[in-house]
């Protein structure tokens, strides 16, 4: 690769996370207590343990409370939808974060809707989405807020740039287009179905990969100059016995096309821990009556 700038957003990350725990003190001066996020995880998937792992060493390393609920693959529907409600009731909780994917007897849809809106920092809840939707203050799924955060970061003023959001998934790939459309963006949403992907691509100024396909976009996809964000994370054969971790997009072809593109790993990836934080503290904030803490 060549030519492109690196988003490096494991160093964008690290720098909202100081930001957070920063502010962290103020706020345990004026509530009396700790932001608190609350994880719940049902069974032993490996990387859902890794990564609700990690999400309470950072909650604990930004000063904030962490409490992680480890529920055996048994459980019950019935018996989760009583802890989220417990949780939902506990004044010590901002947060609640479900990790997905759940047991198969388990219902996701019903476990979102019952989480408290105003805890749910994963952005998840259909009140959520529809405040997504419909420009009201809400919580966003940290995903794709932390690809705008990028995005602004390096781009500033996104006004009238023309994105390609390649996925339409309600994890990323719709309230990625939402987030963007907030910025006076004109957006397409492509997917498995859409005719010519590589020439609607060409036209684009911003394109966020979101789709699960390592390697697919190419980099004769790339307009040049265009900012590129790849949100992909795919384990492939490095032709040596192992595996190694690769996006949606050719790295080292688009990355001689295009101005700037996030690396995988090191790009988005280090920004949903970061944004999940920061969406807490919001919540916190707003739960104990205070002004939405600034620079975040």
């Not at 989760?80 to 007897?105: F, M, S, T």
């Not at 019952?114 to 809400?138: E, Q, S």
Request: with cysteine; net charge neutral.
């Amino acid at each position: 690769m060549s030519g492109a700038a690196l988003i490096d957003g494991k160093a964008f990350a690290a720098g909202l996370r100081d930001r957070i725990a920063a502010i962290v003190p103020g706020f345990v001066a004026a509530a009396g207590r700790q932001p608190g996020l609350a994880v719940v995880i049902v069974g032993e998937d490996p990387a859902s343990q890794v990564y609700v792992r990690s999400k309470g060493k950072a909650t604990e390393a930004a000063g904030m409370a962490s409490f992680t609920h480890r529920l055996p693959a048994e459980t019950s529907e019935g018996d989760l939808l009583a802890l989220v409600r417990q949780l939902n009731a506990d004044d010590a909780v901002d947060g609640i974060l479900v990790q997905l994917p759940l047991p198969r007897h388990i219902d996701e849809q019903r476990v979102i809707a019952t989480i408290d809106p105003d805890k749910d920092v994963d952005g998840f809840h259909v009140v959520n989405v529809g405040r997504l939707a419909t420009g009201l203050p809400g919580f966003v799924p940290c995903t794709p807020l932390g690809c705008l955060m990028l995005l602004e970061d390096r781009l500033g003023d996104l006004t009238g740039l023309e994105a390609v959001v390649i996925g339409r998934s309600n994890i990323v790939g719709k309230p990625m287009a939402q987030l963007l459309l907030s910025r006076s963006c004109t957006v397409t949403v492509a997917h498995s179905r859409t005719r010519d992907l590589p020439e609607l691509c060409r036209r684009a100024d911003i394109v966020v990969a979101a789709v699960g396909r390592p390697e697919m976009v190419k980099a004769e996809w790339i307009k040049p100059g265009a900012t590129v964000i790849d949100v992909g994370i795919n384990r492939v054969d490095n032709g040596a016995g192992g595996t190694k971790l690769v996006g949606d997009v050719d790295f080292a072809g688009a990355g001689a096309v295009a101005g700037a593109i996030t690396p995988v790993p090191g790009g988005v990836g280090p920004m949903t821990i970061a944004v999940l934080l920061r969406n807490t503290l919001v919540s916190a904030h707003r739960r104990a009556g205070l002004p939405a803490p600034a620079g975040l």
